[in-house]
Structure formats: C-alpha cells, structure tokens
C-alpha cells in the first residue's frame, strides 16, 4: 500500500471526492481496486449477445452452478449434469439421517441429533472471499461468525509440559512475552545501536512494554499485568471473595522447546483472519440457495463417462447411476467441466495434450474429517471453550468446537479430527469408518478426558475415498503450477475447466467461484466475437 | 499453572480420575478450581432455614434481580425498588420508539428502523464470566459471537500515514514482522549469547521465522508470504487472472512513530479475547430475562430518598417519580443495596463511617456512546468489515461495527464513539445530545467518508447525565481501593452494597453478579446462624 501507483491513485481518489462528493469516491475506491483487494468486481455483467448459445456443464458445485446462474442471465441455453443425487458437490452437510457410501463400499448412516451438523467439505468463509459473500447476499445464505482462534481452546504437544494441554492465551501471550523481553534486554545494552536509532529505540521499548505486557524493569513475569494476558491463577471476583491471583507464565526455553509456537499463526494468517462466517444451519445452505435458482438445469444422478468435441461442438456421454445400464448423451455449443480431476483423469476426453498433461499432473491432498456426536457440550461447559479449534501433534490434528448453539444445554458435535495432507491422513483413510471414529475419540480422549463417557455416535469422511471427487483438493506445487497451471484454464477448442483445482486459492470455495467467473468470462468473450 | 499446589491437585486428580472414572475427575477439577479459574462455581445453594426473614432490595439491575432472584429461591421474603420503568438499569438497549430524557432535560426519541437498536452500556461477554453466561443459560437467552478483533477493521492516528487509516491486519503483522525481524538479527550476530543457550537460539531463530513471516534471510520484506498475514495488493483468484501480487510492509520506524501499536493489546486482553458474546437481539435481553423470574418482586418509578436502618430491620423511604408529591416507606429485616454510589452518596443512609467514607471516595468513569443509523451498511460493502472495533486518536475514539445482521441488504447501525474516561468524554458529556451526534458524524467521515451521504439518524448517551446512575461506572485507585474496598463490601447492621462498584470487574455484569453473590451469601450466613 505504499507504492507509488497507490499514492497516485489516492490523489486521483482525493481529486473525486473533491468534485463529486463522497460516494462517488468510494464507487471509485472501488473500481481502482483500492477499497477492496479482492478480484472480485461486483456482480458479472456478460454484455453482448451469445445468439441462442448453448452450453453443458459438469458437475453442480459451486463452480457449475455460479455459471449456469450467471449463463442463464446471459441469455445462454445451460444444462448441468451432476453425479451426485444433491446440488452443491464438496460444499456438503451430514445431518441425522443422511446415509453416503464411500469407495471399497462402506456405507455410513449419520445418527445425529435433529439440529446437528458436520460440514465434511469446507467449514469457513473468510471476510475477503467476497465472490462468495455476495452470492450469500444475493440468494439470501444467513451467515453467522465461525470463531477460528479461541483464546481459550487448547495447544497440545505430546511430549511437552507432560501432555497437559495448554491454554492457546498462555502460549500466545508467554511467547510474546518473553520475545519482547528479550528484544527489550538487547535495546537496553545498546546491542541494536546500529540497526535503530536512539529515538525509535525509546519508542521500541515502550512498545514492547505495552505490547508485550512486561513490568517496569521489562520482564515478562508473574504478575496482574501479565495475567490480565495470559489469564490469572484465579480471576478477578465480586465482594470480599474479589481479588485476582496471577499466574505463572512459560520460561523461554520451555516455550521454544514444546514447539507450540508452530500453530501460533494458524490464526494470523489472512485465510484465517476474523471475521470469518459460517452459513447458518450448515455449509450445504449455500449449495442449496444456488440450486434454488439454477436447479431445474440440473440432472442428477449422471455419471460422465466420456467428453468429445468437435469443430462445431461438445457431446457428453453419461449413465444414469441408478439405472447404469445404457449410456446417454448430451450435447452442446460449448462445455465448462467442473469434474474434479482425479475423476476427470481417468476419462477419455477430446483435448490437447498440455490440457490433458495439466489434468493428470495434479494430485489431491488426502484430508479425513471426524463428526462426533456427544451427550453434553462439555467442553463450554467444564472447560469453557466456545467455538474455535483446538491443535495437537496427535494423529487428529485438530479438534473444532461447533459455532452455534453456543451455551445451551444438550448434545453437540465436535469435528473430533481434521486431517489434511501427511502421512496420518493416509492412515486414516486406510482404516474403515468405525475405525476412524473410534480412533479420534481415543486420541481426543488424551485432551479432553470426558470423551470417555459422553460420546455417543460418529461420521468420517476419508476424501480420497469420496467417489465423486477421490481427493479434498488440487494440491498444486509452485514447479506444477509453472508447468501445468495456465495449460489446465486456457479454452482448448470448445472445452474450459473451472474448480479450485483452476484457481489460486486451492481447496477454497470462493477458488471455485473465482474460476468459474474467469472461465465464463473469456467463453463469453469468444461467443460474442465469433 | 506452574506453581506447586497446582501440582499437587493434578496428581490428586490423576488419582481420582484412576480410581472413579473421567466424569468424576472432571467434577473434582471444577471443584478444585482447575477446569475454570473464576470464583463463580455453579448455581448458588444457599442452605438452611431463612425462618421468614425479608430482604429489601433497592435497583433492579443485574446485582439486584440476582438477588432476588437467589433470595427468593431460598425462601427468603423478596421486594425490590426501582427507579426506572423497566429492568435492568445499565443493562440496556434503545431501539426505534424508545425516549429517554437526561440530567438537564434533554429528552432524546430513537429513530432507528425496526430490529436495529444500540447497547448504550455493556454491549460484550467474555468467555470467562461464567456466572453470567450461566444465568444466560439458565433463563435462555440466545447468544451469538461479539467480534472484538476484526482484522480487516482500522487503526487510525491523526497524524500518521496522513492520517489514512490502517487496516489493523497490517498494522499487527508489519509490528510483529520488524521484532521477529530485529531479534533474529541480534541472534545472529552472537548478541543473545549470555541470555540464550545456543540451542535455544537456533529454535528461536525457527520460531521466529514463522511467527514473523520472516524470508530464508530472517527478513520481513514484501512477499507472498508476509502478504499472506498483512494482506495482499491483489488477493489470489481464479483462473488466468489468479496471480496475487505482495504488498509492501511499513517500515519499523514509522510503525514506531505512528503510535499505532498502542492498540495491538486491545484485543489480546482477558476481557476482550475470542470467544466473546452479545445476546440476540440486544443487551436487554439479559435484563428481561431476570424479570421474567422476579418481574413480580419489583415496584418500577420508585425514587428511594432514605435508607433507614435499626437493631430490629430497615426502613426504606421513596416517592413514585409518576407522583412525586407523597413519600412513601418500604420495611424489611434485611436491605441488599445496588444504588449506584453517585446517586447513594447524595441520600441519607444510616451505615457507620467506614461503609459511608467508602460510599463517598469512588469517583466514576465518564463515558459517552453514540448510535448512528446509516442507510447502507458500507463498511461490509465498499470495506469488507464485518463486525468489531476500528480504533482512532479522534475524539470518538472506536468505531463499532454491529455484530448482526451480517452481509444483508439495508440500514444498519454503527457505534459512532466510544468515550471512556479522558477529557473527551466530558468535552462530549458538555454538549447537548445533538452535537453530540453531529460531532461524532464529522469525526467518523474521517475514517468513512461514506458517512457523509449515508447518515440517517442518531442518539448519545453521556453517562454522567443519566439520572439512574450519574456515571458510567466505579473507576477505583489502587490506593482508594486498599483504603475504601473491604469497607464499602461489609455488612453494615442490616444493610449491604452490591453492584459492579462492589467488585473487581468494574463495569463489568459479570462483577455485578459476583457481587450480588458474595453479599446474599455472607447474609445468608448470618441469617441461619441468628
């Protein structure tokens, strides 16, 4: 933000506010990119004419079913076929109930409680994906906050601090604090003379007075100041029973050697930033708002089982799932296939070979998501954990704590592990899903004890072995990406592939969506040329 | 956590946990403090007989209605005076219709459209204030998350950046960057020798390359990756234009001078951590939550003018504000008082010195709040700021963003200022309510020019006019709290204080309850034993 072109586009902003007043500056912030660093601009204005254009689409995820909407208003003829029974793809819910199969034929039926949920794709929304934030507005999605960083939630390392979990508050103000110790003990003899001038280094110790909660002398140490960070050995009270007592903070070396500072920025980073948003109700809301407009183009049920295309157009053979026995066709203009590519790279399909290199080269992270169902919310109650995500080296990784229903009494669902890339991934996806669930409730068992007692029923959904996708999502390397990335999202004749698998943000809805409004917006381009 | 006692009660529990099984440990961990460190421990059982003893309570806020609300259950005779027309006291939220009239005279209608309101007193509860979050549950009301930290919201200082306002995602990441920065460097250069064992030194070196964003050469530059804490220039996206651009870090120099970081500790403090609430649909929700359940006990529009106390019980005297002309008394053998101390010290009330010095010694903060309505909720639409608190050195001082509502079409409502102590607040508390408005709508279009064209209607509360409380809340010393505090807490004859004054959380509910607690409960004490 401090960059030239930036300094010229304020003047450029601060000249049109001066004339037309402040709306039409913030339209302007606006479209100079300032106000918002996302690519998204605002709803899709396709212009121009596709002359009674027709186009299929593959598959009604987010990324098919944003451009059958946007298609559609286009004037576009569209259809979609979809594999899956259900709109929405890997933006999925499992309620009580639902029942799913998974490839090697193990079926699971959910036996949650009437209100509970999992959300086994994607759980959150950042306040920056704001391609998806305006179709939720759009098509009425309610949003509700996902807490990512709980300061109350845990850090658990197995060989540090006896495998007692640790407050991510203790360890989140301990490192802060003993760093700004340190840095304020060099400051003091005068070792960053050369590198900060006598001036900032006054301010610099103040700052990290303030910051890192040290006394008077610029130590980190048990006292009020330092709890009123890292919390108190007992807190602050009412009447004759009021005064707090401090709490001892984490010595230095301790902290270094727990290694618990490696999940220290899972809340920092910008995909993880607050506010992030949940649909209120579970993810599958969003899925089912976009079918709400474009499910009448959708036939379910239709596996794909080969893309051809010629000169003058695209024809797709499918079978109807339920009745696999005679093969279909369905043909077309144009074709935007949104299968994702461990699928895609096992059919046959008319295209290029740096088309078809770019689909067989990626590979798919493997990730196992746990839902499981307890008798209480023990873990708001006993513990005090509202929302937000506890992280272990243990093989569950994670443990998150349901956004909703907060504080009331009953039954909730803790996503009881979450599993991405790694060899434990793989592990869990080789074991069955009674085995997986109860291998989470072991594990979750050694941070919160009452797991033993309360838990009552589970789901796993192992990625890899979720027929419509065989893999959570694209995991793209910087080499395969310079190789393959531009090769998979260029027009090859008359086919485009749109997905996170064809975006920069992997494994992120709002890629999809993203993707999907790059790809329909050069389709267009060419239509209306031609 | 680290302490020998605390030691000592694990291995008991690990002995408990052995013998009698995970739910009995988790009982004795809340038992023995381990589980939370508040004082509050489950709902109040006050046992024995309180042979038809009566209990005067004078305000039904939250100090009072707890008390009735526990005294009664208790078997206790119950009656409470209050001055306002409705419940509550502090705990209040003015909507569309509402008309309130301050010290002075001014009378204030709220023009806010139906469903919008502002919490002009408390308006967030945090985690750990398990006494309120449990009465919540108890008398079921629905929460949802108060967002305090959002980082996409600003920072903003008069006279740096020229006075643009900072995103506070850049702000935090650039200062926490140029230390891990600045301490790797002395690192490196052997300057930690005496403090750091070399194998310390190389973790901390590790650590803070992570925690910092810092490059392979321990530097904090502009990159993809220090981008992906601080935010980019252009956000990744979707197909061919999917390439996000890094921004550029502000120098430590001028994040230094800029006095910015003065903010970072605001949301890292124990009151003000993740997970933090508000009730659905406004603050007073609590308050009608309580009078649903001891609604029956309380006389509304009663103006105590004299506390009155002997050997054998109290005599309360008050006058109906709606007919002010006769005085009227109230009798009971006990009298639970939660005036608040502006108002109490200004009435005659029979207690001993100590209790009456301690009455007169606390001032109280002054504080203003101001609710704008504006036509459109831009700061989600041009800015993408959901929720949370932009912070300014302008009089206003924070900017909040409403913590509902999320992503929808229409009005919406900020808080326009928040003035807590500083002569700012009385500079606001001098002004009539309608300069306060305006004031705070020129100060706010500083950060959001939108301000400008989109204002619709405002209302400001200056604490120390408001004739319930005449102050915001206890504003203790450490000193006037070593002299006054035991004193102002004691049992005088038959007449005890309650109320947030009466606790260590000034201004705080959760202090207000705990008070309540500790007071019925050392009364009910001293009932069973006479």
Redesign the interface.
Known sequence: ???GSVIKR?DLLALI?TIA???A??HA??SL?F??????RGPLKLEGNPKGASVLILGAGLAGMTAALELRKAGYKVHILEFNSRPGGRNWTIRGGDSFVELGGFKQTCEFEQGLYINPGPWRIP??H?AL?DY??RLNVT???F?Q????AYMHATRAFNG?PQRI??I??D??GQ??E??A??TQ?G??DE???KE?QE??LQ??R??G?LDRDYKYSANLNA???R??????????????LP??P?S??DL??SQL??Y??AF????F???M?QPVGGMDMIGKAFAREVGDLIRFNAKVTQIQQNGSGVTVSYVDTNNPAGVQQAAADWCICTIPLPILSQLPIDVGTPMKNAIDSLPYAASVKVGLQFRRR?WEE???????VSFTDLPIRQIGYP?YD????GRGILLGGYLYEGANSFEFTAMTPAERVKSAVEFG?MIH?????EFETGVAVAWHRVPFTLGCAGEWTDAGRAQH??NL??IDGRILL?GEH????PAWQ??????????IT?LHERVVKT
Chains 1, 2 share one sequence.
């Open positions: 933000m401090q960059n304020r506010g007043g402040s709306s500056m913030y912030m606006t990119g106000a918002s660093e996302s690519a998204y306040y920056h704001r934030l939720c507005r949003l509700e906050p807490i960083l709980n300061h109350n007692k508050r203790s989140k103000a490192f802060r760093v700004s340190l840095l003990k060099v003899q070792k960053l590198a900060v001038s900032d301010i610099l700052s990290l303030t910051w909660a709890s009123e960070f919390g108190y050995a007992r807190d602050p009270g009412g009447g004759l029973s009021a005064d707090p709490s001892d984490i230095l070396s270094l050697r500072w490696r220290l920025q920092s980073r910008y995909n930033q607050t506010t948003f023990f006993d513990e005090a954990i509202y929302g937000g956004n907060f504080n009331r009494n068992a004890p009452q797991y033993k007692d990335y531009r999202c260029q749109a064809a975006s920069d943000l709002e890629g999809a969506i993203l993707s999907s409004l790059d790809a050069r």
